[in-house]
């Protein structure tokens, strides 16, 4: 099992640009989410889903979008990128209960000049 | 105040030693709670669930008070291997669902 995939790894951007963060597992779990995660902030919740074809806002959703087409990916969009989006943004999946560990993919770095 | 609070460290140990971090919680409904590890530039990784009687793996002992909503875990005989951002995490029914809250997290150095 390749668990939690993410591309790119890096990304520059410019602001007003626009560009969708790839996120695919191969666990069949039904729930998967979105953080970014900035020094001194902790990882706060972006976008969620619990299953495919529904999704939701979490903490920080302004200025990104989701979707859940399939079980296996959940793409983030950036619709027109700012300075203030520059973080590490991480994908992560797991079983719907709460209890269930969370597995996370390498994270994509991004960077908004 | 934030929901997850932790010792803001760095913490600085010699190999060896045995080193204790604190998280405080606010959602006195929270439901699961767990330790997550992250290396430098590398993606957090599940350390330990946490469980109310309290739990051991190997050298790592994770405790939990749920009248006090505090979480510890200790790190004994510090390897250069344990040097690493420790998460303390917590599962809430809130706002969003059911979802984990992470606390900002504390640096652990182990030094020789």
């Known amino acids: 099992n390749a668990g939690v995939t993410q591309t790119p790894k890096f990304q520059v951007l410019k602001t007003g640009q626009s560009m969708t963060l790839q996120c695919a597992q191969d666990m069949n779990h039904e729930y998967m989410s979105w953080y970014r995660q900035d020094p001194g902030m902790g990882l706060r919740l972006i976008h969620y889903s619990v299953g495919a074809g529904i999704t939701d806002q979490g903490e920080v959703p302004n200025g990104y979008n989701v979707s859940r087409s399939t079980t296996e990916d959940f793409p983030l969009r950036l619709l027109s990128a700012a300075p203030s989006q520059t973080s590490v943004y991480f994908c992560?999946?797991?079983?719907?209960?709460?209890?269930?560990?969370?597995?996370f993919g390498p994270g994509t770095r991004l960077t908004v000049l | 105040r934030k929901e997850v609070e932790q010792d803001p460290g760095p913490f600085n140990v010699p190999e060896g030693a045995t080193v204790a971090f604190n998280c405080t919680y606010s959602n006195s409904a929270s439901q699961s709670f767990f330790w997550y590890r992250q290396d430098c530039r590398k993606e957090p990784k599940l350390l330990m669930s946490?469980?109310?009687s309290g739990n051991e793996d190997g050298r790592f002992t994770a405790q939990l008070n749920r009248a006090s909503q505090y979480i510890s875990l200790l790190i004994r005989d510090s390897k250069l291997s344990d040097s690493a951002t420790y998460l303390c995490v917590v599962n809430n029914r809130g706002n969003y669902g059911q979802n984990f809250v992470f606390g900002p997290g504390t640096r652990l150095s182990v030094l020789p």
């Open positions: 946490v469980y109310s």
């Open positions: 992560a999946s797991r079983w719907t209960s709460g209890g269930h560990e969370q597995f």
